[in-house]
Nanobody, 112 residues
């Protein structure tokens, strides 16, 4: 069955960086696009970034463009989200999505 497992979240100060990972299993990872979402408390889930199956095409929400970078390693069945210049408003649960499946998410908290 499809499984998506996120990791790399944590507490970071404003201006800091984190790199999230999403390890996929149960499907041919290299054939499918992947997406990162986030959901802050009391707010709807928001699409942040997507990447094509081969990793050559990426798209970003305006709120993270220039600060976040999505990438993937098809040999490792893993997608990444490099997050730089983090702001308190980036605090949320970050989840990966593919083929109609969600991971459980990883918490990111940006606070001094």
């Amino acid at each position: 069955q499809v499984q998506l497992v996120e990791s790399g979240g944590g507490l970071v100060q404003p201006g800091g960086s984190l790199r999230l990972s999403c390890v996929a299993s149960g499907f041919t990872f290299s054939r499918y696009p992947m997406t990162w979402y986030r959901q802050a408390p009391g707010k709807e889930r928001v699409l942040l970034a997507s990447i094509s199956s081969g990793g050559t095409t990426t798209n970003y929400a305006d709120s993270v463009k220039g600060r976040f970078t999505i990438s993937r390693d098809n040999a490792k069945n893993t997608m990444y989200l490099q997050m730089n210049s983090l702001k308190p408003e980036d605090s949320a649960v970050y989840s990966c999505f593919a083929l109609g499946y969600w991971g459980r998410g990883t918490q990111v908290t940006v606070s001094a």
